[in-house]
């Protein structure tokens, strides 16, 4: 019986020491794609929130999980902007929060996955065309507002986003 309890123990151990080791991601290999980028630390940053930088194999898939922070901080100023509209806040942009609301759906659910097949097909220079429509897409949302933008610090995060992701691209 005790030689059952030291094996339970032994296994136990092993488990738990698995379980709470972290997961080592290629640092090396973020540090330096992200020190070629004009944002280096929220590169890093961007990259190590995703659980899916414990797996990179290449700066392609730096540049997927970089699509995929897009479209997660996207959320926030399509989120906001969704609800003010329909909350009738700010009349005196609607038009503005609307085409911006629209351009938003587009990056999210149609440029981003359209940069993130780029990657996976080996195609860089049509990921960074993609990347380019966000950052014009998102710069030019906020332009639309005339210094009134309810979401300028929403916009300032997912451009700064986008170039990242361009000069990853261009990694390529």
């Known amino acids: 019986m005790k030689h059952f309890s030291l094996n339970t123990l032994l296994c136990t ?16 290999l973020i540090t330096q794609t992200c020190s070629k980028t004009p944002y280096p630390a929220q590169c890093v940053s961007y990259i190590k929130a995703n659980y899916k930088s414990n797996d990179v194999k290449g700066v392609a898939d730096l540049g997927i999980i970089m699509a995929q922070s897009f479209q997660l901080k996207a959320e926030a100023p399509k989120d906001i902007l969704f609800k003010m509209i329909l909350a009738g806040k700010r009349p005196d942009i609607r038009f503005e929060m609307i085409a911006c609301l629209g ?14 097949d ?17 950052a014009i897409g998102v710069s030019n949302c906020e332009k639309r507002f005339n210094g009134k933008s309810p979401i300028t610090n929403q916009n300032n995060i997912t451009h700064e986003i986008a170039l990242i992701l361009i000069a990853i691209a261009k990694q390529l």
């Open 13 to 28: 151990i092993v488990v738990a020491s698995i379980a709470i080791a972290p997961c080592k991601s290629d640092d090396k």
């Open 103 to 116: 351009n938003y759906n587009y990056l999210i659910d149609t440029t981003m996955p359209e940069a993130i």
């Open 118 to 134: 780029a990657f996976k097909l080996g195609k860089p220079r049509l990921a960074e065309a993609y990347a380019n429509t966000a």
